[in-house]
């Protein structure tokens, strides 16, 4: 059974850092992509950054290029998140997701969700 477990979220002020981590298990991870996305309060689910199987493709939304990063360790069956220069807006429960092919006219779309874990930022 595939599963993913984020960690790593926290209170943070504005300015600081979080790394997210999201482990895998019940699948091969070189055989998917995957991706972060973030939901905050009342509002709709953003799509954060993509990363393809092998870790050499990446995506980001524009709010977050040049702050975040994405990266996988397939030998350890982990996605992570790195988020610098955080900003009260990055507020959100943070979630990661995978799937074999993920595009599908032209929109991301994944099959498999973790359950999140909740990043805060204070100004």
């Known amino acids: 059974q595939l599963q993913l477990v984020e960690s790593g979220g926290g209170s943070v002020q504005a300015g600081g850092s979080l790394r997210l981590s999201c482990v895998s298990s019940?699948?091969?991870?070189?055989?998917?992509?995957m991706a972060w996305h973030r939901q905050a309060p009342g509002k709709e689910r953003e799509l954060v950054s993509t990363?393809?199987?092998?870790?050499?493709?990446?995506t980001y939304a524009d709010s977050v290029k040049g702050r975040f990063t994405i990266s996988r360790d397939n030998a350890k069956n982990t996605l992570y998140l790195q988020m610098n220069s955080l900003k009260p807006e990055d507020t959100a429960m943070y979630y990661c997701?995978?799937?074999?092919?993920?595009?599908?006219?032209?929109?991301?779309?994944?099959?498999?969700w973790g359950r999140g874990t909740q990043v805060t930022v204070s100004s």
């Open positions: 997701a995978a799937d074999p092919f993920p595009v599908a006219g032209g929109l991301y779309e994944y099959t498999w």
């Open positions: 990363i393809d199987r092998v870790g050499r493709v990446t």
């Open positions: 019940g699948f091969r991870p070189n055989s998917y992509d």
